[in-house]
């Protein structure tokens, strides 16, 4: 069963643009969100995380938006660039849970 | 600042072969320890966590073991390799106390890459 679904599987865009990533979720007890930034041949990092009482968290050029009646959130990469190219997993918890990652999503951000 | 050093960085193993995998973390006491597994270009399968010396609770059943003999180290081994062990073996300690509430951050180490043949 997979808790956690992201799409697409692979996001290409040019240089600039606002890439967007989808995460949903079926368990509605899960309250905090994290995003992990991954990058080949290294282990993931935190890179911005949202909990369930808010509905938007920013960070540098990320954006987390997030709809809790839906049960799904996206990662927007405002005015992506060339180093954003990486795998992003979104992840989420509640309590007495593990962390639960989705399947990834795969960025490349052409120059 | 906390510190996970993972070792080997890479594996090439036969089937068949014994496999042992660590990882360390310093300048943090008694933290949540997790390892994890990733097939290539795949999601992240937590394997097992331990929260204290001794103590390893398992989360999935793939033929391999862990143990936490310091405090601040943890083993990953098995004693035959199968070919559906290769991938990206991935350590991660997060901050003690409230487990599974869903307020820990969890930090990786660089990897082992691990290729069974």
């Known amino acids: 069963q997979q808790q956690v679904r992201q799409s697409p599987q692979s996001l290409t865009v040019w240089e600039g643009e606002t890439a967007i990533l989808n995460c949903s979720y079926e368990n509605s007890a899960f309250d905090y969100f994290p995003w992990y930034q991954q990058f080949p041949g290294e282990g993931p990092a935190l890179l911005i995380a949202i909990r369930s009482v808010s509905d938007k968290k920013e960070d540098g050029g990320f954006t987390i938006f997030f709809n809790k009646r839906e049960k799904n959130l996206s990662l927007h990469i405002k005015d992506s660039q060339p180093g954003d190219s990486a795998t992003y997993f979104c992840?989420?918890?509640?309590?007495?849970?593990?962390?639960?990652f989705g399947s990834g999503t795969k960025v490349i951000v052409l120059p | 600042a906390q510190t996970i050093h993972q070792w080997p960085v890479a594996e090439i193993k036969a089937v068949g072969s014994p496999l042992s995998l660590g990882c360390t973390i310093k300048?943090?006491?008694?933290?949540?320890l997790y390892w994890y597994w990733q097939a290539t270009g795949g999601t992240l399968q937590q394997l097992f966590y331990s929260i204290t010396v001794g103590q390893v609770e398992s989360v999935v059943q793939l033929n391999l073991s862990a143990s936490r003999p310091k405090d601040d180290q943890f083993i990953l081994s098995t004693e035959k390799l199968l070919l559906s062990h290769s991938g990206f073996y991935l350590c991660?300690?997060?901050?003690?106390?409230?487990w599974g509430g869903g307020q820990n951050t969890l930090y990786f180490g660089a990897g082992t890459r691990l290729s069974v043949l």
């Open positions: 300048g943090k006491s008694s933290p949540n």
């Open positions: 992840a989420a918890t509640g309590f007495a849970s593990a962390l639960t």
């Open positions: 991660a300690w997060s901050l003690d106390g409230d």
